[in-house]
Protein backbone atom coordinates (compact mmCIF):
# COMPACT_ATOMS: atom_id res chain seq x y z
CA UNK A 1 0.00 0.00 0.00
CA UNK A 2 2.62 2.56 0.80
CA UNK A 3 4.46 1.39 -2.31
CA UNK A 4 1.34 2.44 -4.17
CA UNK A 5 0.97 5.99 -1.98
CA UNK A 6 3.99 6.94 -3.00
CA UNK A 7 2.93 7.43 -6.75
CA UNK A 8 -0.84 8.56 -5.99
CA UNK A 9 -1.75 12.44 -6.28
CA UNK A 10 -5.55 13.00 -5.27
CA UNK A 11 -5.49 16.21 -3.13
CA UNK A 12 -9.62 16.21 -3.63
CA UNK A 13 -9.80 12.72 -1.74
CA UNK A 14 -12.76 12.71 0.62
CA UNK A 15 -13.16 9.29 2.05
CA UNK A 16 -11.04 6.93 2.93
CA UNK A 17 -10.52 3.60 4.47
CA UNK A 18 -7.67 1.55 5.38
CA UNK A 19 -7.20 -1.70 6.66
CA UNK A 20 -3.75 -3.08 8.81
CA UNK A 21 -3.73 -7.01 9.37
CA UNK A 22 -1.73 -8.44 12.11
CA UNK A 23 1.35 -7.42 12.57
CA UNK A 24 3.55 -5.43 15.40
CA UNK A 25 5.26 -2.91 13.75
CA UNK A 26 3.73 -0.26 11.19
CA UNK A 27 6.46 1.08 8.36
CA UNK A 28 4.64 3.40 5.74
CA UNK A 29 5.97 6.94 5.47
CA UNK A 30 4.32 7.94 2.09
CA UNK A 31 0.67 7.04 4.55
CA UNK A 32 1.53 10.30 6.25
CA UNK A 33 2.47 12.21 3.38
CA UNK A 34 -0.60 11.18 1.56
CA UNK A 35 -2.67 12.21 4.67
CA UNK A 36 -1.18 15.37 4.71
CA UNK A 37 -1.90 16.45 1.04
CA UNK A 38 -5.22 15.29 0.69
CA UNK A 39 -8.04 17.66 1.19
CA UNK A 40 -8.94 17.24 4.57
CA UNK A 41 -12.35 17.07 5.34
CA UNK A 42 -14.30 18.68 8.65
CA UNK A 43 -15.11 15.16 10.71
CA UNK A 44 -17.19 16.48 13.56
CA UNK A 45 -17.41 13.23 14.81
CA UNK A 46 -15.56 10.04 15.54
CA UNK A 47 -16.15 6.85 17.18
CA UNK A 48 -12.73 4.41 18.37
CA UNK A 49 -13.93 0.89 19.10
CA UNK A 50 -11.66 -1.92 21.02
CA UNK A 51 -13.36 -5.04 20.08
CA UNK A 52 -11.89 -8.37 20.60
CA UNK A 53 -10.08 -8.82 17.74
CA UNK A 54 -9.75 -5.06 15.83
CA UNK A 55 -9.64 -1.90 16.34
CA UNK A 56 -11.72 0.74 14.52
CA UNK A 57 -11.71 4.37 13.88
CA UNK A 58 -14.84 5.64 12.22
CA UNK A 59 -14.83 9.75 11.32
CA UNK A 60 -17.97 11.22 9.75
CA UNK A 61 -18.20 14.06 7.70
CA UNK A 62 -20.69 15.83 6.22
CA UNK A 63 -21.19 15.57 2.41
CA UNK A 64 -24.16 17.38 0.46
CA UNK A 65 -26.47 16.73 3.54
CA UNK A 66 -25.29 12.76 4.37
CA UNK A 67 -23.29 11.64 6.42
CA UNK A 68 -20.22 9.88 4.93
CA UNK A 69 -17.91 7.85 6.89
CA UNK A 70 -13.78 7.06 6.61
CA UNK A 71 -12.39 4.65 9.09
CA UNK A 72 -9.04 2.99 10.13
CA UNK A 73 -9.51 -0.84 10.62
CA UNK A 74 -6.39 -2.96 12.77
CA UNK A 75 -6.63 -6.45 13.15
CA UNK A 76 -5.36 -7.38 16.14
CA UNK A 77 -6.33 -9.08 19.37
CA UNK A 78 -5.77 -7.86 23.32
CA UNK A 79 -6.23 -4.15 23.83
CA UNK A 80 -2.62 -3.79 24.51
CA UNK A 81 -1.67 -4.64 21.25
CA UNK A 82 -4.87 -3.15 20.12
CA UNK A 83 -3.46 0.63 21.47
CA UNK A 84 -0.26 -0.18 20.61
CA UNK A 85 -0.87 -0.71 16.90
CA UNK A 86 -3.47 2.58 17.14
CA UNK A 87 -0.85 4.35 18.45
CA UNK A 88 1.43 3.82 15.51
CA UNK A 89 -1.23 4.31 13.44
CA UNK A 90 -2.64 7.68 14.53
CA UNK A 91 0.55 9.25 14.89
CA UNK A 92 1.33 8.75 11.03
CA UNK A 93 -2.12 10.15 10.10
CA UNK A 94 -2.31 12.99 12.64
CA UNK A 95 -3.74 15.67 9.74
CA UNK A 96 -6.60 13.12 9.21
CA UNK A 97 -7.65 12.70 13.18
CA UNK A 98 -7.12 16.40 14.18
CA UNK A 99 -9.75 17.70 13.41
CA UNK A 100 -12.06 15.33 15.26
CA UNK A 101 -14.20 17.66 17.53
CA UNK A 102 -16.37 14.93 19.48
CA UNK A 103 -14.87 11.38 20.04
CA UNK A 104 -16.47 8.39 21.61
CA UNK A 105 -14.20 5.70 23.18
CA UNK A 106 -16.01 2.22 23.77
CA UNK A 107 -14.42 -1.33 24.40
CA UNK A 108 -15.83 -4.34 24.06
CA UNK A 109 -14.43 -7.52 25.50
CA UNK A 110 -14.36 -10.87 27.12
CA UNK A 111 -10.77 -10.59 29.02
CA UNK A 112 -11.97 -8.79 31.74
CA UNK A 113 -13.78 -12.46 32.72
CA UNK A 114 -10.85 -14.32 32.36
CA UNK A 115 -8.00 -12.98 34.91
CA UNK A 116 -5.72 -15.33 32.29
CA UNK A 117 -6.44 -12.87 29.54
CA UNK A 118 -6.15 -9.10 31.14
CA UNK A 119 -3.76 -7.34 29.68
CA UNK A 120 -2.62 -3.84 31.13
CA UNK A 121 -1.45 -0.97 28.95
CA UNK A 122 1.15 1.47 30.40
CA UNK A 123 -1.00 5.20 31.04
CA UNK A 124 1.00 7.22 29.27
CA UNK A 125 0.43 5.24 26.14
CA UNK A 126 -3.22 6.33 26.65
CA UNK A 127 -1.91 9.91 26.38
CA UNK A 128 0.22 9.80 23.58
CA UNK A 129 -3.08 7.70 21.51
CA UNK A 130 -5.22 10.90 22.61
CA UNK A 131 -2.70 13.25 21.51
CA UNK A 132 -3.13 13.64 17.59
CA UNK A 133 -7.19 14.64 18.67
CA UNK A 134 -5.78 18.28 19.66
CA UNK A 135 -9.41 19.63 18.71
CA UNK A 136 -11.65 17.71 20.81
CA UNK A 137 -13.51 19.29 22.28
CA UNK A 138 -16.42 17.08 23.85
CA UNK A 139 -14.88 13.49 24.49
CA UNK A 140 -17.42 10.68 25.72
CA UNK A 141 -15.78 7.65 27.77
CA UNK A 142 -17.53 3.97 27.95
CA UNK A 143 -18.01 2.95 31.28
CA UNK A 144 -15.30 -0.26 30.55
CA UNK A 145 -13.01 2.04 29.50
CA UNK A 146 -13.42 4.82 32.65
CA UNK A 147 -10.93 3.02 34.78
CA UNK A 148 -8.24 2.36 32.30
CA UNK A 149 -8.70 5.93 30.90
CA UNK A 150 -8.96 8.26 34.77
CA UNK A 151 -5.23 7.69 35.76
CA UNK A 152 -3.71 8.29 32.30
CA UNK A 153 -5.81 11.64 32.17
CA UNK A 154 -4.85 12.28 35.71
CA UNK A 155 -0.63 11.67 35.24
CA UNK A 156 -1.40 14.01 32.23
CA UNK A 157 -2.09 16.90 34.09
CA UNK A 158 0.57 16.00 36.69
CA UNK A 159 2.96 15.39 33.93
CA UNK A 160 4.68 18.75 31.96
CA UNK A 161 5.31 16.74 29.16
CA UNK A 162 2.17 15.87 28.76
CA UNK A 163 0.63 19.36 29.22
CA UNK A 164 -0.87 20.13 26.20
CA UNK A 165 -3.55 16.44 25.93
CA UNK A 166 -6.69 17.56 24.58
CA UNK A 167 -6.46 21.36 25.02
CA UNK A 168 -9.61 22.14 23.82
CA UNK A 169 -11.67 20.13 25.96
CA UNK A 170 -14.61 21.47 27.06
CA UNK A 171 -16.57 18.33 27.94
CA UNK A 172 -16.18 14.53 29.07
CA UNK A 173 -18.61 12.29 29.71
CA UNK A 174 -19.09 9.31 30.72
CA UNK A 175 -21.54 6.39 30.77
CA UNK A 176 -22.13 4.05 33.75
CA UNK A 177 -23.27 4.72 37.17
CA UNK A 178 -23.37 8.11 39.44
CA UNK A 179 -20.24 7.07 41.24
CA UNK A 180 -18.33 6.30 37.93
CA UNK A 181 -17.58 9.50 36.90
CA UNK A 182 -16.21 10.01 40.59
CA UNK A 183 -12.95 8.21 39.03
CA UNK A 184 -12.61 11.61 36.99
CA UNK A 185 -13.10 14.07 39.88
CA UNK A 186 -9.08 14.63 40.07
CA UNK A 187 -8.55 15.28 36.47
CA UNK A 188 -11.77 17.68 36.61
CA UNK A 189 -10.16 19.60 39.31
CA UNK A 190 -6.71 19.65 37.58
CA UNK A 191 -8.19 21.60 34.51
CA UNK A 192 -9.87 23.93 36.73
CA UNK A 193 -7.43 25.24 39.01
CA UNK A 194 -5.13 25.83 35.44
CA UNK A 195 -8.10 28.06 34.67
CA UNK A 196 -9.41 25.22 31.68
CA UNK A 197 -12.92 24.42 33.16
CA UNK A 198 -14.26 20.98 31.77
CA UNK A 199 -18.11 19.53 32.58
CA UNK A 200 -18.64 16.35 33.57
CA UNK A 201 -21.74 14.55 32.40
CA UNK A 202 -22.94 11.25 32.75
CA UNK A 203 -24.46 10.06 29.76
CA UNK A 204 -27.77 8.40 30.35
CA UNK A 205 -28.12 7.01 26.78
Known amino acids: ????????????????????????????????QFASSIKIPQCDFAWLHFYPGEVVLIALKALEGDCIPSSIQMICTHLDWQEASAL????????????????????????????????????TQWCDLLRPFRNVKTLSVDDALVGKLS????????????????????????????????????????????????DLVRDHD
Do not use: C
Open 151 to 198: RPLRLADGNPSLERLLPELRELRYSGGDRVGDAFAPFIHARQTAGQSV
Open 1 to 32: MDALLARVNTPQVEIIHVWFFHQFAFNFPHLS
Open 88 to 123: QVFGEIAPMVSVVELLELSYYSDDDDNPSKRYEVDP
